[in-house]
């Protein structure tokens, strides 16, 4: 049941939580990628789990970065998905 809820919840704030993450003034994916920088190489694979909408996995992906997610909210996982950032 619990579960069931927390689903719920993250599924109804999924269309706006990019948007909510930029109004907070929120960095913490360019402070992860920056303090993983030096050692991650292009063709690497990066398993996030708790993918969600893909924030945080985008600055690896663009480093070259094979992307695999995992979330348990299906409305973040398809906002990921539209974005193009993790292979599976």
């Known amino acids: 049941m ?40 292009p063709d690497q694979r990066l398993l996030d789990v ?3 909408s893909g924030l945080a996995a985008l600055p690896f992906a663009k480093a070259g970065l094979e992307i695999s997610g995992m979330d348990f909210s299906p409305a973040m996982l398809a906002i990921c998905r539209a974005k193009g950032i993790a292979a599976n």
């Open 50 to 52: 708790g993918i969600g």
């Open 2 to 41: 619990a579960q069931e809820m927390n689903i719920t919840l993250h599924d109804s704030y999924a269309a706006d939580y990019d948007n909510q993450v930029q109004a907070y003034d929120c960095h913490m994916a360019e402070v992860l990628f920056r303090l993983c920088y030096e050692f991650i190489q």
